[in-house]
Structures are given as C-alpha cells and as structure tokens.
C-alpha cells in the first residue's frame, strides 16, 4: 500500500468508529450484506465490512477481459462453478473463524459452490492446498495469505491456467490485475498511527513501551510498525520505545515474550501489540508480574475480538482499532464486479471501528465485535 492510499485512508479509518452510535451500517456496494440470508450474529448489517469512499478505489478497474491479458468469463453465483477459498489459519482465532463463516455464509446465500482448505500457518502447505483446489476444479481463488512473499509456486500456478485470485486481509507479492485480481483488507498503517495516538493520549505523552510485532514477512505487521512507529517519532517525543519484539500474533508468545520483556525492562509502562491475541497474552504476563493492566502499564491492540473489547469496557485495555474480519458480502460482491462491467480496484480498503471506553459497551451489546 502506498502512502498516498494511507493517508487517504486515516482519515476514513478514524471516522469509521461513528458507525457504533448507528442502528446499523451497510455495505453500500453490496445490497445482500443487509439481507434475511446473511443476517447471523457475524454477518449482520451492523456488523458488515463497508469500504471506504475516500480510498477505496485505488488504481484502474480490474475486469475478467483485462486480467493477466484476459481469463474466461464465468457466473461464479450459478452453481457449478467452483470457487476456492484458502484460509491461512487455524479457526481457533476469532479473526480467522469469523473470516471463514463469512465467506462461507455469503457463497451461500449467493448460491455460489465453493471448496476450501486451511493452512494452519504453514505457507508450504497454503502452496499445496491451492494447488490442490486448482485439481479440484476451482476456476476462481480466493486467498488470505500466510504471509506476502511465499504464494508465488501458487500464484504462478494458478495464473498460467487463466484462474484469477482475490486476496484478502494480507497482500501478496505481485501486480493488481497481473498475479492478483486485487487486495481487499484494512488500512494496517493507519491502525497504527490510531494505536500510536491512543498511547499517546492514555500516557500523557511520556512513556516507555515495549511493541509486541506480527509475524515476520506480511504487511499486516510491516505496515503496524511503521505506522506506529512514524507516528510516536513524529508526535511524541518523550515516548520511547524500549523493546520490540515478534510474538507471532499468538497469545502464547504474546505472554512469553511479554513476560521476557518485563524482566529485561523493569521501565516499561505502556505496551502495543499488533493485534489482540498478543495483546491478551500480554495482558496475563503483566498480572503475573503483579502489575495491573491500565493502571501501572496501558495497552493498546489491534483487532476488535470481543474479549480484547470486554477489557477496553473494563479498563484493562486502552482502546482497541478494529480489523473487520467479515469478508463475505465483500469478496463476493468484487468477483461478481470482476465478472461484469464493473470491475475491482486494485485495492479494496474496508472501513474499522475503533473501539475505546467511551463506546466499548455499546459496541459489545449490538454485536459489533467479534
């Protein structure tokens, strides 16, 4: 993502929170995201991915005609046609088990037919498993990357057989409308600039925080650095980040490596970790080195679960920035644009809530979260 898209899209990411005081918020692209058939706890209205009018559009349309020199045309909605979908992760994260039922609610709701396969972290078996669905019969992927550089034996596959590939949550290594139809995903960069701002805020401005960092080699964790760390070089001068560290977005590192951290710097007031399942690992290492979580070391996440939400409501946590996970009505919608007259932009940026102590309850009773 370039930084004219990032900037472009601060500021829709920041007014996305205004969703939380609404009855509910559609997908204006989208007239099925409000309908009886996606209507579960996961894949309501209120809940729904919406993108961003600012910057969603980024880069020319991307059709069936002008895809890697042109694919065949197909109804992906009538039945026959095999849609893959290739999730990254075990549904053991709440991101990625709400991800998965999403799609899989939409394909169905849409009547499309779809296959898919899980990875569970292992980019070498993602590879396989594509591959796989590829024997299978899919004529159209879509695909949340383990991580951006390791899908090209996948990628290169699928392309030499003319089957286009939507990417969504994380990018992958390649050109829009060339290796990839596009990249349909949030605004990691400027999450983190929010999360950088809530630190600030909750820290008057003087801290030392330790960042608990993704997993190395994808984007999501590139860009939640860089964001966080352009933005506390740029606003505030008296936050230094003392450690940094990966914790594999798992909550068990994310204690491990917090617990490490803590003995090796006893000045560590303020944590940020790059999505809540570090972040709860955290939050149980700073007990157990009898410290209380917002008072004696703030917290700031990123994800938007609902137990990361439940302790924004308590206190334990600063705030927490969303990272929509439910990319049903969306993904589907673009493939049927691809497909059409319509087209895709080369990047999709959805809109997240940001959920902080003045509307972490209310986000929790309409089912905002996740």
Do not use: W
């Not at 383990?146 to 596959?157: I, K, T, V, Y």
């Not at 703030?298 to 994800?303: M, P, Y």
């Amino acid at each position: 993502m370039n930084v004219s898209l990032r900037a472009r899209t601060a500021a829709a990411v920041l007014t996305a929170g205004l969703c939380l005081a609404a009855s509910a918020c559609t997908n204006s692209g989208n007239d099925s995201a409000g309908s009886d058939k996606s209507a579960s706890a996961d894949n309501s209205a209120a809940a729904q991915q919406t993108d961003s009018p600012t910057a969603s559009a980024s880069g020319p349309a991307c059709t069936y005609q002008t895809y890697g020199g042109g694919v065949p045309k197909l109804d992906i909605t009538d039945g026959k046609t095999i849609v893959g979908f290739s999730q990254s992760e075990s549904t053991s994260n709440p991101f990625r088990a709400t991800e998965t039922k999403s799609i899989e609610n939409e394909a169905k709701a849409k009547g499309v037919k779809l296959i898919e396969r899980n990875a569970n972290a292992d980019v070498n078996a993602q590879n396989s498993q594509i591959e796989d669905m590829i024997a299978q019969g899919a004529k159209v992927l879509i695909v949340a990357p383990e991580n951006s550089d390791g899908l090209g034996p996948a990628l290169a596959q699928a392309k030499s057989k003319k089957i286009p590939v939507l990417t969504i949550d994380r990018t992958v290594t390649g050109t829009a409308c060339g290796d990839f139809i596009a990249f349909i995903g949030s605004d990691f960069y400027g999450q983190a600039q929010i999360a950088a701002d809530d630190l600030g805020t909750a820290t008057n401005g003087t801290a030392h925080v330790a960042v608990l960092t993704g997993t190395p080699g994808n984007n999501v964790s590139t860009d939640r650095t860089k964001g966080f760390n352009d933005e506390i070089k740029k606003k505030y001068p008296n936050i230094k980040v003392v450690a940094s560290q990966t914790a594999n977005f798992t909550q068990t590192d994310g204690q491990k490596v917090m617990e490490q951290l803590l003995q090796a710097h006893s000045d560590i007031n303020a944590v940020y970790a790059e999505n809540d399942e570090m972040a709860l690992g955290a939050l149980q290492a700073i007990k157990s080195a009898g410290k209380t979580p917002g008072k004696d070391i703030k917290v700031v996440s990123i994800d938007g679960t609902q137990q990361a939400v439940q302790d924004v409501a308590s206190g334990a946590l600063v705030a927490d920035i969303e990272t929509n996970p439910r990319f049903g009505p969306l993904a589907i919608q673009s493939l049927e644009n691809f497909y059409g007259t319509t087209g895709v932009p080369a990047d999709v940026i959805i809109k997240d809530g940001h959920f902080t102590s003045a509307n972490a309850k209310q986000a929790l009773s309409q089912g905002l979260v996740y």
